[in-house]
């Protein structure tokens, strides 16, 4: 039982580290579901849960769902507002050091998300 759960986490992992577009679980699990019968809905979003909480994954909320991403590592987010597209994007590192020098505090984490249209939904809203 126990070593099963270890593959499966393996597997839960690396299908999140190796994509970029910040799943939930749920779309996690139907891209997993087809090579991993054994895999329930429920392991895929409690082994996320609980690496969230040991901050061994980021958890974002975004609408009503929780999506997940496999770099904890400092980096911000861009999140469509439409249709919920969330993509890396880089804080400068000047941004911080100004905000260290005038508030006199020491940054030790950031998580700094923009908010818009994605390229995607500004089309439609132009074309519409
Ligand atoms: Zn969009
Ligand atoms: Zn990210």
Same mark, same amino acid.
């Given at each position: 039982? *126990?070593k #099963?759960?270890t593959?499966?986490?393996?597997?839960i !992992? &690396?299908?999140?580290? @190796? #994509?970029? /577009?910040?799943?939930?679980?749920? *779309?996690?699990y139907? /891209?997993? %579901?087809? =090579?991993?019968?054994?895999l &329930?809905?429920?392991?895929?979003? %409690?082994?996320?849960? =609980? @690496?969230?909480? $040991?901050? @061994?994954?980021?958890?974002?909320?975004?609408?009503?769902? /929780?999506r !997940? =991403? +496999?770099?904890?590592?400092?980096h911000?987010?861009?999140?469509?507002e439409?249709?919920?597209a969330?993509? =890396?994007?880089? !804080?400068?590192?000047?941004a911080?050091?100004?905000l260290?020098?005038?508030?006199?505090y020491r940054? #030790?984490? #950031?998580?700094? $998300?923009f908010?818009?249209?994605?390229?995607?939904?500004?089309?439609?809203? @132009?074309? +519409?």
């Open positions: 039982m *126990k #099963r759960n593959v499966q986490k393996k597997v !992992f &690396s299908a999140l580290n @190796a #994509r970029c /577009d910040h799943p939930s679980a749920t *779309k996690l139907e /891209d997993l %579901r087809e =090579d991993n019968p054994n &329930s809905k429920a392991t895929v979003y %409690r082994v996320l849960k =609980d @690496a969230a909480e $040991e901050g @061994a994954v980021l958890r974002i909320h975004v609408g009503s769902e /929780d !997940f =991403d +496999g770099t904890v590592s400092g911000s987010h861009i999140i469509c439409k249709c919920h969330i993509c =890396d994007t880089e !804080f400068p590192l000047k911080v050091s100004d260290e020098e005038k508030s006199g940054v #030790r984490s #950031r998580h700094v $998300e908010y818009g249209l994605c390229p995607e939904c500004r089309k439609e809203a @132009a074309e +519409g």
